[in-house]
């Protein structure tokens, strides 16, 4: 069964085995608005815990997502580049970023589960 | 994902319209020390594009109105401007910049001569810059009445909003292009002036504050008029190629290589007695070292503000002042200076954005044809 994660940076992954689906949480993408170009990282990269892992760019400003966890990209969402919004209509499924094979599954649960995360937001 | 930026903890003002922000969804976020509406619900593509087709209504109650009264204020003023301010009529109004003693841009503002005997100059400025500007003004003109205006400004821009503003006040959607009028409605009066600062047809309206929910609840009722927020503003104006300050203009900036020597009366280029008349003369006739350009990325990654730009050649050739998306044209689009050798539309010129080279094409401003009304 898949498990949603998330960072108190809005990043979410969902780990299937040890490949981990990335992308921003759906308050990320409220708050930057409309989404307009993702900067994504090249197949193979080695990405820390933290380090920088993609860039989403909306009409105001650019942000960067930082990997929720180290590894190595296996696959990026090469539909954004056409339709970077997807990141808006649809942020935990079609709108998808990147895929992490794990490292560390340590790392994992780390994250925050889903009723952590909907508390944290409520803080903001 | 980055934090959102957090303001640097001092109080922030609130605009009288502060409620009916938050009540119609607006996220809010700190410009010039406002709390201001950025966006509404529908966000920055919808109401960029919404007024493009039909009209916005924007609070911009955080600039600076005031009033300038007394003989000879004009001819007064002009000691701190380029622009001919004598020879405005009255209800007439023009689009200038306080100078500092280089001829740099201390602030761009508007200029209305008020109609009638007394000689009165309503100005507005730019939200970041008025208590400096107040300041300047009040120092270097002390021998008139200064009048700060407490009131909310509202801007309605597109091509509706004359309909729907005609609709409220009625004559105001006969008003020529830069020109004025005030309308008595109940207890109080609406500045009425045809200008704002999208590239549409458009209006700013200012008010007394206690009457300003119930004039953009107004608006509001008409379906063509939806809220917009700064991030549309901004959106609408680098695509009318329009400079903001702080960002296109700053004190190191002359108004001729901004692109703004149109705002120059002829006169004024003869008899000078402006702030930097030396360098801005001779930037007229010799033409300014470096220009303001449009900038089209060939790239679907926005290039912003900051972005230092290379020629093929690797010479550095200027940086870009404004940069974001543009929903109206779907792509990237910059504004930026160059020398004065890069300065033709389709030079291609380069930066770095994330290790990566991106090439851009100098372009002519603005972005989006200006739609202003000619009567």
């Known amino acids: 069964m898949s498990m949603l994660r998330f960072t108190k940076d809005h990043e979410y992954l969902r780990l299937d085995g040890d490949v981990a689906t990335v992308g921003i949480s759906d308050y990320a993408q409220v708050q930057l608005g409309d989404i307009v170009f993702v900067d994504l990282p090249k197949i193979g990269k080695k990405v820390t815990k933290g380090s920088e892992l993609a860039v989403v760019e909306s009409v105001k400003a650019a942000s960067e997502v930082y990997a929720p966890v180290s590894g190595e990209v296996v696959e990026v969402n090469a539909e954004l580049g056409e339709k970077p919004a997807l990141v808006n209509d649809d942020p935990l499924a079609g709108g998808w970023l990147v895929k992490i094979r794990v490292e560390n599954a340590g790392e994992v649960e780390t994250l925050m589960d889903e009723a952590a995360y909907a508390g944290f937001v409520k803080t903001l | 994902m980055t934090a959102q930026p957090n303001h640097d903890?001092?109080?922030l003002a609130h605009l009288p319209l502060d409620a009916?922000?938050?009540?119609?969804?607006?996220?809010?976020?700190?410009?010039?020390?406002?709390?201001?509406?950025?966006?509404?619900?529908?966000?920055?593509?919808?109401?960029?594009?919404?007024?493009?087709?039909?009209?916005?209504?924007?609070?911009?109650?955080?600039?600076?109105?005031?009033?300038?009264a007394g003989a000879g204020a004009a001819r007064?003023?002009?000691?701190?401007?380029?622009?001919?301010?004598?020879?405005?009529?009255?209800?007439?109004?023009?689009?200038?910049?306080?100078?500092?003693?280089?001829?740099?841009?201390?602030?761009?503002?508007?200029?209305?001569?008020?109609?009638?005997?007394?000689?009165?100059?309503?100005?507005?400025?730019n939200a970041s810059r008025k208590l400096d500007d107040f300041a300047l003004i009040r120092e270097r003109l002390p021998q008139f009445d200064f009048i700060p205006l407490n009131r909310a400004l509202i801007a309605l821009q597109g091509p509706r909003a004359a309909?729907?503003?005609?609709?409220?006040?009625?004559?105001?959607?006969?008003?020529?292009?830069?020109?004025?009028?005030?309308?008595?409605?109940?207890?109080?009066?609406?500045?009425?002036?045809?200008?704002?600062?999208?590239?549409?047809?458009?209006?700013?309206?200012?008010?007394?504050?206690?009457?300003?929910?119930?004039?953009?609840?107004?608006?509001?009722?008409?379906?063509?008029?939806?809220?917009?927020?700064?991030?549309?503003?901004?959106?609408?104006?680098?695509?009318?190629?329009?400079p903001l300050y702080g960002h296109d203009l700053d004190e190191t900036t002359d108004p001729v290589e901004a692109g703004l020597a149109w705002s120059i009366g002829k006169r004024r280029r003869v008899e000078g007695g402006f702030p930097g008349f030396e360098r801005i003369d001779a930037a007229l006739r010799n033409g300014p070292p470096r220009l303001r350009v449009g900038l089209l990325p060939q790239t679907k990654a926005p290039v912003r503000e900051g972005a230092i730009l290379v020629s093929q050649s690797g010479e550095v050739a200027g940086h870009v002042t404004s940069g974001?998306?543009?929903?109206?044209?779907?792509?990237?689009?910059?504004?930026?200076?160059?020398?004065?050798?890069?300065?033709?539309?389709?030079?291609?010129?380069?930066?770095?954005?994330?290790?990566?080279?991106?090439?851009?094409?100098?372009?002519?401003?603005?972005?989006?044809?200006h739609r202003y009304f000619k009567a």
């Open chain 2, 9 to 11: 903890g001092a109080p």
């Open chain 2, 20 to 68: 009916l922000h938050r009540s119609l969804g607006a996220r809010m976020a700190p410009f010039a020390g406002y709390d201001m509406p950025l966006q509404y619900a529908s966000g920055i593509v919808s109401e960029t594009l919404h007024t493009r087709q039909k009209a916005g209504v924007f609070d911009v109650s955080h600039m600076g109105q005031a009033i300038l």
């Open chain 2, 76 to 125: 007064a003023l002009e000691s701190l401007t380029p622009g001919d301010l004598v020879g405005l009529a009255p209800g007439r109004m023009r689009y200038t910049q306080l100078l500092n003693e280089k001829g740099g841009v201390f602030d761009d503002l508007m200029v209305t001569r008020l109609p009638g005997v007394e000689e009165r100059l309503l100005i507005v400025v």
């Open chain 2, 163 to 242: 309909a729907v503003l005609g609709a409220l006040l009625p004559g105001a959607e006969d008003l020529p292009f830069m020109s004025w009028r005030a309308f008595e409605e109940s207890v109080s009066s609406f500045f009425v002036s045809r200008s704002g600062y999208t590239g549409e047809d458009g209006f700013e309206i200012s008010m007394r504050a206690d009457r300003a929910e119930l004039f953009v609840k107004a608006l509001l009722e008409n379906e063509d008029v939806a809220p917009a927020g700064l991030g549309a503003r901004d959106a609408l104006r680098l695509e009318a190629g329009l």
């Open chain 2, 324 to 369: 974001g998306f543009s929903p109206t044209l779907q792509r990237p689009i910059a504004m930026g200076y160059v020398a004065r050798e890069y300065a033709t539309p389709g030079v291609s010129l380069a930066t770095e954005l994330r290790g990566n080279r991106i090439s851009l094409d100098v372009a002519r401003l603005p972005f989006v044809a």
